[in-house]
C-alpha cells in the first residue's frame, strides 16, 4: 500500500525547472542489494532479502517515469550499488525495457553495469547486452584471498577472469576492473601482482583505489581498535607509482586520480560527474545534479518504497543552485582530472560572481602551487603533476578556499 | 536594588560601635563559607538569599571559586560584652532548613526587624574581602589599610599554607589585630589542636586565641562574632578636621559609572559634597552612597562618618580616574596631607593578544578586540594595555597582567564577555635593560606603533630601559646588562618531598633561603628564584612532586642581572617575533631544543618540508624538521561524494583558518603557547 507523505520529494525540485534547459544526458540508477556489507563500504546498500526486489523494481520504473521528461537523449547509463547483479534476470528484464520504454538513448551511448564477479552468469550478460549494456564494472577489489578476506569480500579470485569472459562473450565490448591498494598488510609486491593480474585480463579500464577508511564502517572500527594496521604512507605512494608505471606499460592512461583507460575507453559517465555536467539519479540514495540543484533521495528503501509522490522519491538532502558552490565543486572534481581545469574560465566566472579581488586570490595560490611543482599550467589548464595528485585534496581545498 | 537604610549612623545614638575587618585565607580554606555564614548569623541575608559565596559577584569568581575584586558589607549586630558561650549558641539561628528559608526572607534582615536585643550594644560591622590568591596580594594589601583587624582562617585539614604565611604578614604588617580562626573543624579528618600549634609555629600567634570554627555547621560561628565585637580594635579617633577617606577599591557599573569604595578616617562624605581626589586632583560630585548589606543599600541620611565603609557614586566614568590608595577629600575644605597610600599594581606577566580569525577579516575583529579590551580596563584598572604588530600575528595588544592567574582571567573574560577569540603568546615578564648611552635606542622598523620600550631612568650616565617583549630588546652590542625581576617564594610542602623540591628549585636557577620547622611532617621553605623561571610551569610541577600537597606563593621584590640572552624561533628560515625568549645563556639550547620538538608536535604538516631552529642571533643552536606529508587525496569522489566532500575540504579549510600563517606555513594557536611548556 502506498502512503503519501508530506515528506520532501524531489517532486517540487523538477517540477520547479524548465524542462528545455535541464536535459540531462546521464542517468544513475542504485541498486542497494548486497550480499552483506562489505568492510571498507560506506555506500548505502542492504542485505539481499529476495521479497523486496519486486516492489525495489516496480517502485523504480514509476520513478524513472517521473523523472524521465527531464532527460535528453541519454548518453550515459550508470547502474551502481549495492551489487546491481545481484537482482533476479527477469527484474533485470523489466528495468531494462521500462529503460528504453521512458528515455531516449543517443547514438554512442554508454550503459554501464557494476557487477560483483561471483554473480555473473553467462544468463545475466546475455540479458543485460540485449537490454542494451555495452560496459560492465567488476568489482574484484585483490586476487590474493587473504586481502580478500580483510575486505571482507568472499569471492574466489579466479571468478573475476571468468566473469570478463563471460561479459566477452555475451557481447559486452567494455570492461572494467575495480581493485584496491593500502589493504592492511600488503606488500608492494603484491600490489604489483594484484595489477597484473587485473591487466593480464586485457580489460580497457581499471579503477586502483588507495583503501579509505570510512567513518562508522567495520574496518574502520577494526583499525581504531588496533586489530588492523594501516599501510605505511610511503608504501602507499610507491604504490601509487607502481600503478602509474604497470598501466601505462599496459597501454592504459590516468585520466583521473584513481582511473586508466585505454584512450577512448574512460568512462563517459563519471566524467560526467568530474566536469559537473547534469545527471539523473534513482534508487534509494542516488543524487543528482540539475540545473545547479543537488539533491540526495532518501537512502532507507522502506521509505523509498512506502513513500511515491507521483513517483518522485523522497530525498535526504537537497542543495538548490549556487553559483559560488558550484565553482568550488567544479574546482575540486576538475583537479581530479589529468585534463585538469579550465583555468581561464575558472577565473572569468570566479570574478564574476566574488570580484577581482577573490580572482586574483585564486590565481596567487593556483601559481603557489605551481611554484611548488604540484601544478603546471598547460594550455590554459590547471594539470596537477605526478606529486600534485598525491596531494589533490589540500591543493583543491585550497583553492577552493579563495573562492568565497 | 536600593532601598533605604533604617538608620542614620553618625547621629546615631551611641553606643554604636564600628568594626572594620577582612577574612585572609589560603585558596580554598573556606573564607568565602565563613563570610556567609557571618552575615547569616547576624541575620543580615535570608537564607534564601544565602547564595553561596555571597560576596563574589561576577560568574566567573563563581565558576573559578576564587575572588577577583573585594567587596565591603555592612551588617549590624547586636552584642552583650562578656556573654557567656551559651548565651551566645541561644542567640544564634543555625543554618535555616528549607522549611524556614520562606518565613526568615520574610522577615527580612535584622536591620529592618523590630530590634529584639534594642538593649543590646549595637555594633556595625563592616567587612571587607579579599582575594585568596597569589596574584591578588597588592588588593588584598589594600582592603587591609581600611581595617583594624582580620580574622586569619586555616583549614582544620590541611593547615597553615604558603598563602596563610603571606597573608598573615601582610595583615601584621598592618598593624591589625589578628583572630586565628581553625575552619573545617567538622571533617573527621581535621586536627584542629596540630593545627594551632602550626599557626604558633610559623606565626608567633599564640595556639591558644585560636577559635575554632565550622563555616560549613555553625558551629564556633557565635563566638566568632563576639570576638570581633570584643577582640578587633574600634577605629582611630580623626586626626584632623578635614575629611579624609581611602580608596581601597573600585568597581565599573555598566549603569552608575565607577563605585568607589572607600574607608573614611576623618571628617565625613555626604550625598552632595564635591570631593577632591588628593592624587590626581581630579574633582567629582558625590550623586549616592551606598552599603552593601548585602543588597546595595542606599545610606538615608546621605552621610558617613569617621571609622564607616561605604561605596560611593559619583559620576565617574572611568576607572583611569580613581587611584585605588588616593584619598579623597572635600574640594571646598581639604585636607593637606594625604593618608599613607599604598604602592600602585606593578604588571609583572606580559603577553600579547591577537585576533584568532582570518587574514582578510584582520582589521575588523582588531577593532572588536579593541573594544573588548577597553571595556575590559574600565573593570580591571590593574592590566595593562597598547597596541603591537607582529609580522606574523598581525594587529594586537601587548597585555601586562599581575601574575599568570591574572592574565588567564583576562583572556577568558575577552573571549567571554567580549566575544573575541584569541591568540595568546607565551607569557614574559618584565625586564630591566642597561644600554650604554643615555638615549633611548632607535625604533627598529617604523610599524611598531606603541613599542613597549621606555627609558626608566638613567644610571650613572646609561639609560636602563624597561622591556617586557623580548622583541624590543636592543642591539646586543649596545646592551651593557640584562635584569630580571626575582621572588621571594615560599614553599609550604611535606618534609619528604624537600630534596625533590629543592632540586626543581635549583633547576630554575633559585638561591636557597631559609628553612622553617611547621610541624613534624611539613616545613617552610624560601628561595630566591627570578619571576621567568616560576611564570612556566613551576606551580604544577610543584604540585605533581608533592602530589598537591605543597603550596607556595610569591613576591616580587627586586631586579637582578644575569647572563639574559634573546632566542629567536626561525620556521622555515623566517624568525616568528612572537615566539621569541629571553632566556639563561646556560639553559638556552635545552629551552630550544624542548621548544623546537614542541613546536614540531603542534605545526601540522605541510605539503613542503619546514626546518623550525632557535638561534642566539646569527648561531643555530638547535633544529628540528617537519616532514613534508605527500598523500593528500580521497580515492573516490563520484556524483553522490560531491556535497559531502566539497563539504570536507571546506571544513579543513576553516581549521587552517583559524591558525596564523608565517610565510606560508600555517601555525596553529596552540603553537604560540608552546613556549609554556619547558619540556624535560
Given at each position: 500500500?502506498?502512503?503519501?507523505?508530506?515528506?520532501?520529494?524531489?517532486?517540487?525540485?523538477?517540477?520547479?525547472?524548465?524542462?528545455?534547459?535541464?536535459?540531462?544526458?546521464?542517468?544513475?540508477?542504485?541498486?542497494?542489494?548486497?550480499?552483506?556489507?562489505?568492510?571498507?563500504?560506506?555506500?548505502?546498500?542492504?542485505?539481499?532479502?529476495?521479497?523486496?526486489?519486486?516492489?525495489?523494481?516496480?517502485?523504480?520504473?514509476?520513478?524513472?517515469?517521473?523523472?524521465?521528461?527531464?532527460?535528453?537523449?541519454?548518453?550515459?547509463?550508470?547502474?551502481?550499488?549495492?551489487?546491481?547483479?545481484?537482482?533476479?534476470?527477469?527484474?533485470?528484464?523489466?528495468?531494462?525495457?521500462?529503460?528504453?520504454?521512458?528515455?531516449?538513448?543517443?547514438?554512442?551511448?554508454?550503459?554501464?553495469?557494476?557487477?560483483?564477479?561471483?554473480?555473473?552468469?553467462?544468463?545475466?550478460?546475455?540479458?543485460?547486452?540485449?537490454?542494451?549494456?555495452?560496459?560492465?564494472?567488476?568489482?574484484?577489489?585483490?586476487?590474493?584471498?587473504?586481502?580478500?578476506?580483510?575486505?571482507?569480500?568472499?569471492?574466489?579470485?579466479?571468478?573475476?577472469?571468468?566473469?570478463?569472459?563471460?561479459?566477452?562473450?555475451?557481447?559486452?565490448?567494455?570492461?572494467?576492473?575495480?581493485?584496491?591498494?593500502?589493504?592492511?598488510?600488503?606488500?608492494?609486491?603484491?600490489?604489483?601482482?594484484?595489477?597484473?593480474?587485473?591487466?593480464?585480463?586485457?580489460?580497457?579500464?581499471?579503477?586502483?583505489?588507495?583503501?579509505?577508511?570510512?567513518?562508522?564502517?567495520?574496518?574502520?572500527?577494526?583499525?581504531?581498535?588496533?586489530?588492523?594496521?594501516?599501510?605505511?604512507?610511503?608504501?602507499?605512494?610507491?604504490?601509487?607509482?607502481?600503478?602509474?608505471?604497470?598501466?601505462?606499460?599496459?597501454?592504459?592512461?590516468?585520466?583521473?586520480?584513481?582511473?586508466?583507460?585505454?584512450?577512448?575507453?574512460?568512462?563517459?559517465?563519471?566524467?560526467?560527474?568530474?566536469?559537473?555536467?547534469?545527471?539523473?539519479?534513482?534508487?534509494?540514495?542516488?543524487?543528482?545534479?540539475?540545473?545547479?540543484h543537488r539533491w540526495k533521495n532518501t537512502p532507507r528503501l522502506d521509505d523509498y518504497l512506502s513513500i511515491d509522490d507521483g513517483g518522485f522519491a523522497p530525498i535526504a538532502d537537497h542543495e538548490p543552485p549556487e553559483p559560488v558552490r558550484a565553482i568550488r565543486e567544479r574546482i575540486m572534481t576538475g583537479l581530479r582530472l589529468t585534463e585538469g581545469l579550465d583555468a581561464r574560465a575558472t577565473l572569468a566566472s570566479v570574478r564574476a560572481e566574488c570580484g577581482h579581488t577573490r580572482a586574483a586570490a585564486l590565481a596567487s595560490r593556483a601559481e603557489w602551487h605551481r611554484a611548488s611543482g604540484h601544478l603546471i599550467e598547460d594550455a590554459g589548464r590547471w594539470v596537477l603533476t605526478e606529486s600534485g595528485f598525491l596531494l589533490a585534496d589540500g591543493i583543491a581545498s585550497d583553492l577552493m578556499g579563495a573562492v568565497d | 536594588m536600593v532601598v533605604a537604610l533604617p538608620y542614620d549612623p553618625p547621629s546615631m545614638a551611641p553606643p554604636l560601635q564600628i568594626r572594620n575587618f577582612s577574612i585572609i585565607a589560603h585558596i580554598d580554606h573556606g573564607k568565602s563559607t565563613l563570610a556567609d555564614r557571618l552575615l547569616q548569623a547576624t541575620n543580615a541575608v535570608s537564607a534564601r538569599e544565602a547564595r553561596e559565596q555571597h560576596l563574589d559577584s561576577m560568574d566567573i569568581e563563581r565558576e573559578r571559586g576564587i575572588t577577583i575584586k573585594a567587596s565591603a558589607v555592612t551588617v549590624l549586630h547586636h552584642h552583650q560584652p562578656g556573654q557567656t558561650t551559651d548565651e551566645l549558641e541561644s542567640d544564634f539561628e543555625p543554618p535555616a532548613p528549607e522549611q524556614r528559608s520562606g518565613d526568615a526572607a520574610m522577615r527580612g534582615p535584622a536591620s529592618l526587624r523590630a530590634p529584639v536585643a534594642a538593649s543590646l550594644?549595637?555594633?556595625?560591622?563592616?567587612?571587607?574581602?579579599?582575594?585568596?590568591?597569589?596574584?591578588?596580594?597588592?588588593?588584598?594589601?589594600?582592603?587591609?589599610?581600611?581595617?583594624?583587624?582580620?580574622?586569619?582562617?586555616?583549614?582544620?585539614?590541611?593547615?597553615?599554607?604558603?598563602?596563610?604565611?603571606?597573608?598573615?604578614?601582610?595583615?601584621?604588617?598592618?598593624?591589625?589585630?589578628?583572630?586565628?580562626?581553625?575552619?573545617?573543624?567538622?571533617?573527621?579528618?581535621?586536627?584542629?589542636?596540630?593545627?594551632?600549634?602550626?599557626?604558633?609555629?610559623?606565626?608567633?600567634?599564640?595556639?591558644?586565641?585560636?577559635?575554632?570554627?565550622?563555616?560549613?555547621?555553625?558551629?564556633?560561628?557565635?563566638?566568632?562574632?563576639?570576638?570581633?565585637?570584643?577582640?578587633?580594635?574600634?577605629?582611630?579617633?580623626?586626626?584632623?578636621?578635614?575629611?579624609?577617606?581611602?580608596?581601597?577599591?573600585?568597581?565599573?557599573?555598566?549603569?552608575?559609572?565607577?563605585?568607589?569604595?572607600?574607608?573614611?578616617?576623618?571628617?565625613?562624605?555626604?550625598?552632595?559634597?564635591?570631593?577632591?581626589?588628593?592624587?590626581?586632583?581630579?574633582?567629582?560630585?558625590i550623586t549616592d552612597i551606598i552599603k552593601y548589606t548585602p543588597k546595595p543599600t542606599r545610606v538615608e541620611s546621605g552621610t558617613i562618618g569617621p571609622g564607616e565603609t561605604a561605596s560611593i557614586v559619583a559620576a565617574i566614568r572611568s576607572l583611569k580616574d580613581v587611584r585605588v590608595g588616593d584619598t579623597v577629600t572635600l574640594d571646598p575644605d581639604p585636607a593637606t596631607e594625604p593618608l599613607p597610600g599604598y604602592q600602585p599594581p606593578r604588571q609583572m606577566v606580559f603577553c600579547d593578544f591577537y585576533p584568532a580569525t582570518t587574514a582578510e577579516q584582520k582589521g575588523n575583529d582588531f577593532e572588536q578586540l579593541r573594544d573588548s579590551v577597553e571595556k575590559l580596563s574600565l573593570n580591571d584598572s590593574s592590566f595593562t594595555f597598547q597596541p603591537v604588530h607582529s609580522d606574523a600575528l598581525g594587529f594586537g595588544f601587548r597585555c601586562g597582567f599581575l601574575g599568570l592567574l591574572h592574565m588567564d582571567i583576562i583572556q577568558e573574560r575577552l573571549e567571554r564577555e567580549g566575544g573575541v577569540e584569541i591568540v595568546q603568546t607565551a607569557p614574559t615578564v618584565s625586564y630591566e635593560v642597561q644600554i650604554r648611552g643615555d638615549k633611548p635606542p632607535a625604533p627598529k622598523d617604523t610599524t611598531g606603533a606603541g613599542r613597549s620600550v621606555e627609558v626608566v631612568r638613567i644610571e650613572n650616565g646609561n639609560a636602563v630601559l624597561e622591556?617586557?617583549?623580548?622583541?624590543?630588546?636592543?642591539?646586543?652590542?649596545?646592551?651593557?646588562?640584562?635584569?630580571?625581576?626575582?621572588?621571594?617564594?615560599?614553599?609550604?610542602?611535606?618534609?619528604?618531598?624537600?630534596?625533590?623540591?629543592?632540586?626543581?628549585?635549583?633547576?630554575?636557577?633559585?638561591?636557597?633561603?631559609?628553612?622553617?620547622?611547621?610541624?613534624?611532617?611539613?616545613?617552610?621553605?624560601?628561595?630566591?628564584?627570578?619571576?621567568?623561571?616560576?611564570?612556566?610551569?613551576?606551580?604544577?610541577?610543584?604540585?605533581?612532586?608533592?602530589?598537591?600537597?605543597?603550596?607556595?606563593?610569591?613576591?616580587?621584590?627586586?631586579?637582578?642581572?644575569?647572563?639574559?640572552?634573546?632566542?629567536?624561533?626561525?620556521?622555515?628560515?623566517?624568525?616568528?617575533?612572537?615566539?621569541?625568549?629571553?632566556?639563561?645563556?646556560?639553559?638556552?639550547?635545552?629551552?630550544?631544543?624542548?621548544?623546537?620538538?614542541?613546536?614540531?608536535?603542534?605545526?601540522?604538516?605541510?605539503?613542503?618540508?619546514?626546518?623550525?631552529?632557535?638561534?642566539?642571533?646569527?648561531?643555530?643552536?638547535?633544529?628540528?624538521?617537519?616532514?613534508?606529508?605527500?598523500?593528500?587525496?580521497?580515492?573516490?569522489?563520484y556524483g553522490g561524494d560531491v556535497s559531502r566532500k566539497r563539504k570536507l575540504l571546506e571544513k579543513q579549510k576553516e581549521g587552517k583558518k583559524r591558525m596564523k600563517s608565517v610565510g606560508s606555513v600555517n601555525i596553529p594557536q596552540e603553537a604560540f603557547m608552546a613556549v609554556l611548556d619547558q619540556g624535560e
Open positions: 500500500m502506498l502512503r503519501q507523505r508530506p515528506a520532501a520529494s524531489a517532486r517540487a525540485i523538477f517540477l520547479a525547472l524548465d524542462r528545455a534547459r535541464a536535459a540531462a544526458r546521464s542517468l544513475y540508477v542504485h541498486v542497494p542489494f548486497c550480499f552483506h556489507k562489505c568492510h571498507y563500504c560506506d555506500f548505502y546498500s542492504i542485505v539481499d532479502r529476495q521479497d523486496r526486489q519486486e516492489p525495489f523494481v516496480a517502485r523504480l520504473l514509476r520513478e524513472l517515469a517521473a523523472i524521465a521528461p527531464w532527460a535528453g537523449a541519454l548518453d550515459t547509463v550508470f547502474v551502481g550499488g549495492g551489487t546491481p547483479s545481484l537482482l533476479r534476470v527477469d527484474l533485470w528484464q523489466r528495468l531494462l525495457t521500462g529503460l528504453h520504454e521512458r528515455f531516449r538513448f543517443g547514438p554512442v551511448a554508454e550503459f554501464t553495469v557494476e557487477c560483483n564477479p561471483e554473480t555473473v552468469t553467462p544468463e545475466l550478460m546475455g540479458v543485460l547486452a540485449a537490454g542494451g549494456v555495452n560496459r560492465v564494472s567488476i568489482g574484484a577489489q585483490s586476487f590474493e584471498a587473504r586481502h580478500l578476506r580483510t575486505l571482507e569480500r568472499r569471492h574466489d579470485p579466479a571468478s573475476v577472469a571468468r566473469a570478463v569472459a563471460l561479459a566477452r562473450g555475451a557481447g559486452i565490448t567494455r570492461q572494467s576492473v575495480d581493485l584496491i591498494f593500502g589493504i592492511p598488510g600488503q606488500t608492494v609486491g603484491e600490489w604489483e601482482a594484484d595489477l597484473g593480474a587485473a591487466l593480464a585480463l586485457g580489460t580497457n579500464h581499471l579503477s586502483c583505489y588507495d583503501l579509505t577508511y570510512e567513518p562508522a564502517t567495520a574496518l574502520t572500527a577494526r583499525r581504531d581498535r588496533g586489530e588492523v594496521t594501516p599501510a605505511d604512507e610511503d608504501v602507499e605512494i610507491e604504490m601509487f607509482a607502481v600503478t602509474l608505471g604497470a598501466t601505462r606499460a599496459a597501454g592504459l592512461a590516468r585520466y583521473e586520480v584513481s582511473n586508466y583507460a585505454r584512450p577512448g575507453d574512460e568512462c563517459r559517465h563519471n566524467l560526467a560527474y568530474w566536469r559537473q555536467e547534469q545527471w539523473l539519479a534513482a534508487g534509494p540514495s542516488a543524487s543528482g545534479h540539475l540545473a545547479g | 550594644p549595637l555594633y556595625m560591622l563592616n567587612f571587607i574581602d579579599t582575594p585568596g590568591h597569589v596574584d591578588f596580594n597588592y588588593e588584598v594589601s589594600r582592603a587591609l589599610k581600611a581595617c583594624e583587624g582580620a580574622i586569619l582562617v586555616v583549614d582544620a585539614t590541611q593547615g597553615v599554607q604558603a598563602q596563610t604565611v603571606v597573608n598573615a604578614y601582610l595583615a601584621i604588617n598592618e598593624n591589625l589585630t589578628i583572630i586565628p580562626v581553625i575552619n573545617k573543624i567538622d571533617l573527621p579528618s581535621a586536627r584542629s589542636e596540630e593545627v594551632a600549634m602550626e599557626i604558633e609555629q610559623v606565626l608567633g600567634i599564640d595556639a591558644a586565641d585560636c577559635l575554632y570554627v565550622s563555616a560549613k555547621t555553625g558551629r564556633g560561628i557565635p563566638e566568632l562574632l563576639a570576638a570581633v565585637c570584643e577582640k578587633f580594635p574600634p577605629p582611630r579617633p580623626p586626626l584632623v578636621r578635614q575629611t579624609r577617606a581611602l580608596i581601597f577599591d573600585a568597581q565599573y557599573d555598566d549603569y552608575r559609572g565607577v563605585i568607589v569604595y572607600v574607608r573614611v578616617f576623618d571628617g565625613s562624605l555626604s550625598v552632595g559634597d564635591k570631593i577632591r581626589m588628593m592624587g590626581t586632583g581630579r574633582t567629582f560630585n622591556v617586557h617583549n623580548p622583541a624590543d630588546l636592543p642591539h646586543p652590542g649596545s646592551i651593557l646588562e640584562i635584569r630580571e625581576p626575582i621572588c621571594r617564594v615560599d614553599i609550604m610542602l611535606p618534609k619528604d618531598k624537600i630534596g625533590d623540591i629543592m632540586k626543581l628549585c635549583l633547576d630554575r636557577r633559585a638561591t636557597y633561603k631559609s628553612q622553617t620547622f611547621v610541624s613534624d611532617a611539613r616545613d617552610l621553605v624560601s628561595f630566591e628564584i627570578p619571576l621567568a623561571e616560576i611564570i612556566y610551569d613551576f606551580y604544577d610541577k610543584l604540585k605533581g612532586i608533592t602530589s598537591g600537597y605543597g603550596t607556595m606563593d610569591y613576591e616580587v621584590i627586586g631586579y637582578r642581572p644575569d647572563n639574559l640572552v634573546k632566542m629567536d624561533i626561525l620556521i622555515n628560515g623566517d624568525p616568528v617575533e612572537a615566539l621569541s625568549i629571553i632566556v639563561h645563556r646556560d639553559k638556552a639550547e635545552h629551552r630550544g631544543r624542548a621548544l623546537l620538538r614542541r613546536l614540531r608536535e603542534q605545526i601540522p604538516r605541510h605539503q613542503f618540508e619546514i626546518p623550525l631552529q632557535a638561534a642566539l642571533g646569527a648561531k643555530v643552536i638547535a633544529r628540528e624538521t617537519i616532514k613534508a606529508f605527500r598523500k593528500d587525496v580521497t580515492a573516490k569522489c
